[in-house]
C-alpha cells in the first residue's frame, strides 16, 4: 500500500471526526458486532466484492504493521526548544495524536478491529453463497419438467 492510501486513512478519520455533530455520538460497529450482522443475514457480500473487500481491508493493515514503529513515534515529544511555548506545543502535539480522538489512538482501533472485519465479511460472502444457492433450488423447482 502507498504512503498516498496511508495519507487518505489519516484524512478520512480525520473528515469522519469532523462530520461528528457535537450533541450527536456516531458508533461504528465493532468486528464483533459486525460479524454477529453477518452471522444473522443483516448483510450478505457476494464473492467478488467481498474479495475486493478483503483485498483493501488486508492492504491497510499491511501499510499500518509496516510503518507501525514509524507512526507511534506520534505518541512521543517532538524535540523542540525548552521554551514555555515549545513546551506547550510538544505537549498539545502529543495529546492530539494520543487523545481519545487522536491519530495514533484510531490507527490503534484501526489495526484491533480491521482483521475482525474481514472475517465479519468472510461470513458474509458464505451468507450469500448459502442464500443465492437455496434461491437457486427455489427456482429450478419451478423449471418445467
Known amino acids: 500500500m502507498s504512503d498516498d492510501n496511508v495519507e487518505r486513512l489519516a484524512r478520512l ?5 469532523k462530520q461528528q455533530a457535537p450533541t450527536q455520538t456516531a458508533r461504528m460497529l465493532s468486528g464483533t458486532e459486525l460479524k454477529q450482522l453477518a452471522e444473522r443475514g443483516g448483510f450478505a457480500v457476494d464473492e467478488t466484492t467481498g474479495d475486493r473487500m478483503i483485498s483493501a481491508l488486508e492492504d491497510i493493515i499491511d501499510a499500518l504493521n509496516e510503518r507501525w ?11 523542540l526548544s525548552i521554551s514555555a511555548t515549545a513546551q506547550w ?3 498539545h ?10 491519530l495514533l489512538t ?5 489495526r484491533e478491529e480491521l482483521p475482525q472485519y ?7 460472502k458464505h451468507r450469500y453463497a448459502e442464500t443465492e444457492s437455496g434461491t437457486r433450488t427455489t427456482l429450478d423447482g419451478f423449471k418445467p419438467a
Open 13 to 17: 478519520s480525520a473528515e469522519l471526526s
Open 69 to 79: 514503529a514509524e507512526l507511534e513515534k506520534l505518541s512521543s515529544p517532538p524535540p
Open 89 to 91: 506545543v510538544t505537549q
Open 93 to 102: 502535539t502529543v495529546n492530539t495524536a494520543a487523545d481519545d480522538r487522536g
Open 106 to 110: 484510531q490507527l490503534r482501533r484501526a
Open 118 to 124: 474481514i472475517e465479519a465479511i468472510r461470513v458474509a
